[in-house]
Nanobody, 121 residues
């Protein structure tokens, strides 16, 4: 059974930094794109950043230059380094991993449970 476990959220002052982690556990054959999303109360979930298995990255305009996504394929873990945080970054952050469990099987998307990030003075 594949599970994604996020960590690193919390309360931080504006201008501060946090580093989120998302580890994929269970029996997996391949992990393809890994993506961070966020959802604020009353708003739709939005893509924050994604990274392919080869390391190509993509960012939402609102976080470009402030957030950095990276991954450690040996640890099946994706990270989100968040700098210069703003109150509008306050959200629950979710990670998603596109996974193939066994060779030639269907690829599925798996989600983490979310971690709260609150930016406030």
């Amino acid at each position: 059974q594949v599970q994604l476990v996020e960590s690193g959220g919390g309360l931080v002052q504006p201008g501060g930094s946090l580093r989120l982690s998302c580890a994929v556990s269970g029996s997996v054959f391949s992990i393809y794109a890994m993506t961070w999303y966020r959802q604020a109360p009353g708003k739709q979930r939005e893509l924050v950043a994604s990274i392919t298995s080869g390391g190509s990255t993509n960012y939402a305009d609102s976080v470009k230059g402030r957030f950095t996504i990276s991954r450690d394929n040996a640890k099946n873990t994706v990270y989100l380094q968040m700098n210069s945080l703003k109150p509008e970054d306050t959200s629950v952050y979710y990670c998603k991993a596109r996974v193939r469990v066994i060779p030639q099987s269907t690829v599925y998307d798996y989600w983490g449970q979310g971690t709260q990030v609150t930016v406030s003075s």
